[in-house]
Structures are given as structure tokens and as C-alpha cells.
């Protein structure tokens, strides 16, 4: 076994086709200074002994404040305009999990998720009733206008322009930026959180992954910790990250490998995305089938490190 002195952090910022050269330096920049103050964030509750679930809370926050990435401020709008968040975080020692979907008002979404897995009977709330508990908790409100990010606007006005060319309106090979973040604490104890607008676009209450326990985020002090970036319809329909928990608990594969594997079983269904990953045994990393995913890693005694292509 691993020091259990140690702890680790890996947070990403979503999948997606980001090409080196096609890429203005200004975004590669915005991005991974992002990823960083997430990871400094998150990490500094690690090294000052704060347990996994406050870190990973810690880390999305900022992530969701951060206007460029597709969380919180700067999330994607649905195909008749608005914005509505998805948000799930996981507890490995205990299995506790909390999970909000279709929420409008929240200003950290992974917040209200945290309260309903700490201060309700349920896992999941969604929209109406998921809105009126945040209030009801006393979170942080924010209207709508807070979440607006022009480029996201203009992203919808795009598609709607592609649609009226007969074009379909759900693209699932566009430009993710969902975030999430998975933590090891120096007792040893996972999670992992994920935060989303979903999909630009997304109608009839559409909700992806990120908020389905097993799916696109899971904890299990026994195995892993994931939080999933992609299509999401894919990694539901092969409860991908409980997928990955089960390779490593039953088959005892070591996390990479169970990644790899299940990544490799996403794109015979034609899935794209990638996941990041902590595990028992105090390993960490990711494992993505897209030509980028924003991440990135800070392990106790080491530096910061963020990438964005497949190449780095
Ligand atoms: N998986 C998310 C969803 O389907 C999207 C993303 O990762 O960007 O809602």
C-alpha cells in the first residue's frame, strides 16, 4: 500500500477537439490557469489535512466561477436559450453521493449537490424542487444574466443557424468543457465531483452523465475515483465510471488499465470523452479518446501540472 501520508488531486476542464496550432495562445493560456488554480485550490485543503470531498468541492468551484469553462459561469445554453447546471460529487469512504440536474439559479452547483448528499435522504434532486432546496440551504443565488457568457450565446446562435439548414441540432462531437475533479486525502478516503451546462443546444430536459452516480462521476474508497467528460449518452449507456470502479475492485486491474479499457469500450460505441481517475492504491491520471482534454495533477510534494493535447 501507498504512504498514507500521501495525497493526490487531478482536475479536468472537459474534452474535446483543441488542436495545438489551430489554437489561439490566449485560450491555451485562459485554460490551463484555470486548471491550476483549481488544483492549488483543492490541493491546499489536501496538504492542510482536509478530507477528499471538501477538496474536490473546493476545486470545481473555482472551475465553475472561471467564465471558460462549461460549469456555473460560462455554461452552455439549451436550444430554447437558457441555462441549466448539473452537478454530482461522491464520497469513496462512505459511498454517500449527492447529485443535482436541470438547477438554474445556483451560483456552485456542486455545492447544492454536496448538500443533498449531506443534508437530505435522496441522491439526485432536479429542477424545480432542486432550485427551491439551494434557497432553502441558504446557497449562494445568482441570476441568470451571471451565468451569460457571450461566446456560449453565440455558440447556440450557431447551431440554430446550422438547424435551420436542415442541420441536426444535437452535434455531440462538439467542443465540450465540463469539469470535475477527483481527490485522494492523506487518510486515504476518494471523491470525486463533476460540474456541466451539458451539451449546447440540449432540449426537452435533456440530462448527460455528470450528475448519474456511476456514470459520469463515482467514489469508491475500495477502487477509484472518477469524474467523466464526453458525450455523455454514451458513458450512461455503459456506466462508465462504476465500470471502471468494478475493473479495478473485481478484475484488480490497476485504474489506467481499467480506464483505458473502458475508454476503448466507449468508442466501440462510438463514445467521445475521457476520465480522470485517483485510485486506493494512490495512483492518478486520466484516459481520454479525443484529440484534447484540459487536466491536470498536483500529488503531495510535487508541482503543479496541466496539459491540454494528446501529445503532452
Ligand atoms: N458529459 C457532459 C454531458 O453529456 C458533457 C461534457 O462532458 O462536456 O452533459
Redesign the pocket.
Known sequence: MPSSASWSIVVHG??GRMMRGTTAPEIDTVYRAGLRTALVKGGAVLASGGDAVSAVEAAVRVLEDDPHF?AGRGAVFTAEGHIEL?AAIMAGETGAAGAVAGVTRTKNPVSLARAVMENTPHVLLARDGADAFSIVQGLEQADPGWFRVEARWQALQAMRAAAARGESLFDKTLK???VGAVARDTAGHLAAATS?G??TGKRWGRI???PLIGA?TWADDRSVAIS??????D?IRIAAAHEISARVRLLGEIPQTAADQVLTELRAINGD?GVIFAGHDGCSGWSFNTPSMLRGRLVAGGDVTVAIYDDE
Request: no cysteine; charged share 15%.
Open positions: 472537459g474534452s462549461n448539473d465540450y468543457g465540463t456541466t451539458g451539451l448527460g452523465d455528470s459520469g467523466a467528460t464526453g458525450s455523455g449518452e458513458f470523452g
